[in-house]
């Protein structure tokens, strides 16, 4: 194990030796293996969205497989997915790649304006599929906010006891923001920061815009003079509400872009910014395998400094 990685683990200086264990193995695996760097394939948008927003652009994508096959192929460092996709295929790719079982998912069957996400599964089927970690989605700004925080509190201390490790999705959402708060600057990095508070060892965000969304904030952003004027600049920002860049935060591909380079140039501000990797699923798996193994590389070489 080389010194970055050591570095990174040693941040998490309450958490087992298998919970240590468990973020090393995603943190060595893949191509990006070892550098510090992440990028995980995502397939719970299915459930999130519907089959069809999801997997009719390349159909191959209905088939559970498929995902497993890409994730392995492309060198992800894990897979994160709901019960039903990983139990599909656990046994069949067992040892290949780190797994991430998402606990909770939330469908758009109902419209709400206050989601609150239905626990789909356990700490005990994470630990009978082999997977390295779970994955709890929050949405800070939602009027359910307390009973999301107070279940994943509980789900994180049973999964660090079996010595798992937290992935948590911080998404802004809810009555309480505007849409265009939900990836306003000041959001995200409150949503990152309660993300760590609540003991996440990976943090999940979406890209923030430079948009304020709260008035307090933008009374501090002006008085301090934080930079928020480029991507690479929020990400920084970001990067620095997680305890000054001691916890993992990753950063969400969102809908599928027509144009590759726009991907490529979040990745680079991402990088440049000190994030710490992708979490990138609809942008890779709604392309035709050959088109998303050849943008997953590219990213994967961008964040290894291989191309600028």
Request: with cysteine.
């Amino acid at each position: 194990m080389n010194e970055r990685i050591r570095e990174i683990l040693n941040w998490y200086d309450s958490d087992n030796p298998g919970t240590k264990t468990n973020l090393a193995r995603m943190l060595n695996h893949g191509r990006l293996g070892g550098s510090g760097k992440m990028v995980i394939l995502p397939v719970d948008q299915g459930f999130e969205h519907g089959p069809a927003r999801s997997f009719a652009p390349n159909p191959a994508g209905y088939n559970p497989l498929y995902h497993f096959e890409l994730a392995i192929e492309a060198g992800c460092n894990a897979y994160a997915a709901p019960l039903g996709f990983l139990e599909a295929g656990a046994a069949r790719y067992a040892g290949e790649i780190p797994l991430i079982l998402k606990l909770n998912n939330h469908d758009l069957l109902f419209d709400e304006k206050d989601p609150s996400p239905a626990v789909t599964a356990s700490v005990r089927d994470a630990l009978r599929l082999g997977c390295a970690a779970i994955g709890y989605t929050i949405y800070p700004g939602s009027a359910e906010w307390r009973t999301m925080y107070e279940k994943l509190r509980a789900i994180a201390e049973e999964a660090k006891s079996a010595g798992l490790a937290v992935v948590v999705w911080a998404y802004p959402r809810g009555s309480g923001l505007s849409k265009a708060g939900e990836t306003a600057v000041d959001v995200v990095a409150y949503a990152a920061h309660i993300a760590a508070e609540m003991g996440a060892h990976i943090i999940k965000v979406k890209l923030p815009t430079d948009h304020i969304e709260q008035p307090e904030a933008q009374k501090a952003y002006q008085k301090y003079d934080i930079p928020i004027s480029t991507l690479a600049d929020r990400v920084r920002h970001v990067v620095q509400s997680a305890f000054d860049g001691r916890r993992i935060v990753i950063f969400s591909g969102g809908a599928k872009k027509e144009d590759d380079e726009a991907v490529y140039n979040e990745i680079r501000a991402i990088r440049d910014g000190g994030g710490f990797g992708s979490i990138i699923g609809r942008n890779s798996f709604q392309r035709p395998r050959p088109a998303a193994l050849k943008l997953l590389d590219t990213i994967m070489r961008i964040y290894a400094g291989e191309i600028q």
